[in-house]
């Protein structure tokens, strides 16, 4: 089992960046895919990116294409997503996600789940 923590959503105007973190607890980091999904008020939980096990594959969705970058880190078992020119439609709580299958661009593939942070983009 992993638990899940997420830190860094905020406030930003359009145009600028933020960094979200995934700090995961567990001896077993490195046996599950990572996601990261984001959910806005009156919408359904949409995929943003997800990373395999090692860190050699990611996936992203293609409104966030080249502007957002995952990445983990093994060691300190930790998942950031970094997010570069931010869009108002960007805004949404974003949820970090942990498969012990393959992750995948469903939340369905995924068993563990973060609360949530907050991520607002001012236009």
């Known amino acids: 089992q992993v638990q899940l923590v997420e830190s860094g959503g905020g406030l930003v105007q359009a145009g600028g960046s933020l960094r979200l973190s995934c700090a995961a607890s567990g001896r077993t980091f490195s046996s599950y895919d990572m996601g990261w999904f984001r959910q806005a008020p009156g919408k359904e939980r949409e995929f943003v990116a997800a990373?395999?096990?090692?860190?050699?594959?990611?996936n992203y969705a293609d409104s966030v294409k080249g502007r957002f970058t995952i990445s983990r880190d093994n060691a300190k078992n930790t998942v950031p997503l970094q997010m570069n020119s931010l869009k108002p439609e960007d805004t949404a709580v974003y949820y970090c996600?942990?498969?012990?299958?393959?992750?995948?661009?469903?939340?369905?593939?995924?068993?563990?789940w973060g609360q949530g942070t907050q991520v607002t983009v001012s236009s």
């Open positions: 990373v395999s096990r090692s860190g050699g594959l990611t």
């Open positions: 996600a942990a498969s012990p299958y393959r992750g995948g661009s469903s939340s369905h593939g995924y068993d563990y």
